[in-house]
């Protein structure tokens, strides 16, 4: 399973920014795909969750700001961040899983075992 992650920049606070994963994890029925962050000297934090089961979560932190959407024809999600802060700061990355249901945004790092190489997002104060 590929997963590959573009769309990282600096923005300033209040400002909005897409990320994009290509992966190939829609090319199984039972996929999970996910977003995670890590900012420096925190662990990495599940952000939100999409899977073929219809399932969407988020982590609170995000939630009203950011949104993850899945384009299966071209094999690519995304997620859509507005009203960034600075403490959104962190690096990106996309993750896949193969479950039924799709685990939950909160088990990411214990449950998605595809991941991406990550992108880093900065927002300036």
């Known amino acids: 399973v590929q997963l590959v992650e573009s769309g990282g920049n600096s923005v300033p606070a209040g400002g909005s920014l897409r990320l994009s994963c290509k992966t190939t994890a829609y090319t199984y029925s039972a996929y999970c795909v996910a977003w995670a962050r890590q900012a420096p000297g925190k662990e990495r934090e599940g952000v939100a969750q999409?899977?073929?089961?219809?399932?969407?979560t988020y982590a609170e932190s995000v939630k009203d700001r950011f949104s993850i959407l899945s384009d299966k024809s071209n094999m690519t999600m995304y997620l859509e961040m507005n009203d960034l802060k600075s403490e959104d700061t962190a690096m990106y990355f996309c993750?896949?899983?193969?479950?039924?249901?799709?685990?939950?945004?909160?088990?990411?790092?214990?449950?998605?075992?595809?991941w991406g190489q990550g992108t880093q997002v900065t927002v300036s104060a």
């Open positions: 993750a896949a899983a193969f479950a039924k249901p799709c685990p939950t945004v909160h088990t990411v790092n214990s449950e998605y075992h595809y």
């Open positions: 999409l899977g073929h089961d219809g399932s969407v």
